[in-house]
T-cell receptor
């Protein structure tokens, strides 16, 4: 199957700093990428939909100025958590939607665990 | 997307078949049933999907009732590595920017 990578796999930062997470589709072009957030023992919650070359669409309650998304190419989307605070500590997962699978499946990255001190 | 309901947790003995049910009584005619699983601290993994016919692949089988209001994911010979949270999702297949809405899923524990 298609492979989606994320970098870094984990990051620890101080409160007030910004953190960038990369999501790459390694062997297919992704017209759309999705960013999810998952708190401990909870399900995945969609944060935003990212389309190559256009502005991201954010879900209700997600601050677009805090979670900056850039989808500059068909294989790369980045999520920047600006001025991170401890409550932003979470597991961030991206997925890529392309034509890699026979039925336009979504392929998920391995996730990035963010810890804000 | 239509909502789904799944049991919160299930146990299954290693080597036995694991049967995970899902109710989707409000599913629309053009909505598919998808199953994903998430092993601890990893991203979700696609398992299988179907519309109305039973489906089988190398990972699992999917049985959809004739009225399509429920389905069962079957892992024929469960191993310890199958311990994960299993999500049943219904979605339209439109080759567009279709987002997935995850419910709470079923936490499956395989017992040695």
């Amino acid at each position: 199957g298609a492979v989606v990578s994320q970098h870094p796999s984990w990051v620890i930062c101080k409160s007030g700093t910004s953190v960038k997470i990369e999501c790459r589709s390694l062997d297919f072009q992704a017209t759309t990428m999705f960013w999810y957030r998952q708190f401990p023992k909870q399900s995945l919650m969609l944060m935003a939909t990212s389309n190559e070359g256009s502005k991201a669409t954010y879900e209700q309650g997600v601050e677009k100025d805090k979670f900056l998304i850039n989808h500059a190419s068909l294989t790369l989307s980045t999520l920047t958590v600006t001025s991170a605070h401890p409550e932003d500590s979470s597991f961030y997962i991206c997925s890529a939607n392309g034509l890699a699978g026979p039925y336009n499946e979504q392929f998920f990255g391995p996730g990035t665990r963010l810890t804000v001190l | 997307d239509a909502k789904t309901t799944q049991p919160t947790s299930m146990d299954c003995a290693e080597g036995r078949a694991a049967n995970l049910p899902c109710n989707h009584s409000t599913i629309s005619g053009n909505e598919y049933v998808y199953w994903y699983r998430q092993i601890h601290s990893q991203g979700p993994q696609y398992i299988i999907h179907g519309l109305k016919n039973n489906e089988t692949n190398e990972m699992a089988s999917l049985i959809i009732t004739e009225d399509r209001k429920s389905s069962t994911l079957i892992l024929p010979h469960a191993t310890l590595r199958d311990t994960a949270v299993y999500y049943c999702i219904v979605r339209v297949l439109n080759f567009g920017n279709e987002k997935l809405t995850f419910g709470t899923g079923t936490r499956l524990t395989i017992i040695p």
